[in-house]
């Protein structure tokens, strides 16, 4: 038995927040960051928004398009790097919302990476029988721990939410295949968000240091992603015996223009192949994968029994890919 995506969902806030915005707040320009990273605007929660409320909104969507009712799911899995808060988690605070009474419910931390790890946990639960009904969502607000003094990383990131719900088939022919999840914690520094935790807990210092926001060595994560995600797409097509030419549509996490071309070129893919949304979201961490996936479905640009592969990499370094037919 294998687990079927049945229904996906996103949500963006509807705050835009354009390059021509961000040229009023930071010593930069449209041109620049459309060369180097391909972003025209990202989405930016509102003041009386939290992650909750994104994961919720799209988790209606996905819940409406397969169909099942919010009592009926029995697992929900969050994928996140800015809960509400430290405890309860998101995933609790979405099942509370959806008025769920009996579902698990918890959340993964693996940063742009987290909605591809929530999957994988969910695909086992459901192929196993030990779930009917799976929620997944990738959400995050990153404009919450964004450095707006930092020209550098500012530019890149957004806010939304994507869902999926999962159920299990006997249809051979459809599917996830397989999930492939790897990390290597010695680039922790490359990618990170240093204050806040145990390690440095907020003070004054912590605040005035700017410790509480992301930090990022742009050219290392670039070479590290680049290499991962080719290697970790072609354990996926290897593992399953399908050609990166037989692939229908290529769903990547859009952190980068620059990291992506590189991918697909690398794996011999045409840049058709692969649903593009980084100019309009920016980079929406966990949120990208589900999002993406919802915009191609919703396009129509996915059909019974195409092959479908999914690829994410993110602060930890954490990465994964997923080959799905879908």
């Known amino acids: ?139 995050d607000t990153l404009t919450r721990i964004t450095d707006w003094t930092d020209r550098n990383t500012c530019i890149l990131f957004g806010d939304g939410a994507g869902a999926m719900v999962l159920q299990p088939t006997d249809d051979p022919r459809r599917g996830i295949l397989s999930v492939h999840l790897h990390a290597d914690g010695s680039y922790g520094h490359i990618l990170n968000m240093p204050g806040g935790g145990s390690r440095n807990p907020v003070s004054q210092k912590v605040i005035d240091e700017r410790l509480p926001f992301i930090k990022m060595k742009g050219s290392e994560v670039y070479k590290v992603a680049v290499r991962a995600l080719e290697e970790v797409c072609r354990e996926a097509l290897a593992r399953n015996g399908v050609a990166a030419s037989d692939l229908a549509q290529v769903i990547a996490h859009q952190a980068n223009k620059r990291i992506l071309d590189s991918t697909l070129h690398r794996l011999g893919v045409p840049e058709e192949k692969c649903w593009m949304n980084l100019e309009k979201y920016g980079n929406t961490s966990s949120a990208s994968v589900p999002t993406t996936l919802d915009e191609a479905n919703r396009a129509g640009r996915l059909r019974p029994g195409d092959a479908l592969l999914m690829m994410a990499i993110g602060g930890g370094m954490a990465w994964g890919s997923a080959l799905v037919r879908w």
């Open 1 to 139: 038995m294998r687990s079927l995506i049945v229904g996906t969902g996103s949500y963006s806030p509807e705050k835009v927040l354009t390059n021509a915005d961000l040229e009023k707040i930071v010593d930069t320009n449209d041109q620049w960051i459309v060369e180097r990273t391909g972003i025209r605007e990202r989405h930016v929660a509102a003041e009386s928004e939290a992650t909750s409320d994104l994961a919720y909104a799209a988790a209606v969507k996905a819940l409406e398009m397969a169909k099942v009712a919010p009592e009926d799911v029995d697992l929900i899995i969050v994928g996140t790097v800015t809960p509400d808060m430290s405890f309860p988690s998101t995933a609790c605070l979405v099942q509370g919302r959806l008025g769920n009474k009996k579902a698990a419910a918890f959340d993964v931390s693996a940063a742009c990476a987290g909605s591809l790890y929530a999957l994988a946990v969910a695909d086992r639960f459901v192929s196993t029988g030990m779930a009917k009904n799976a929620l997944v969502i990738g959400a």
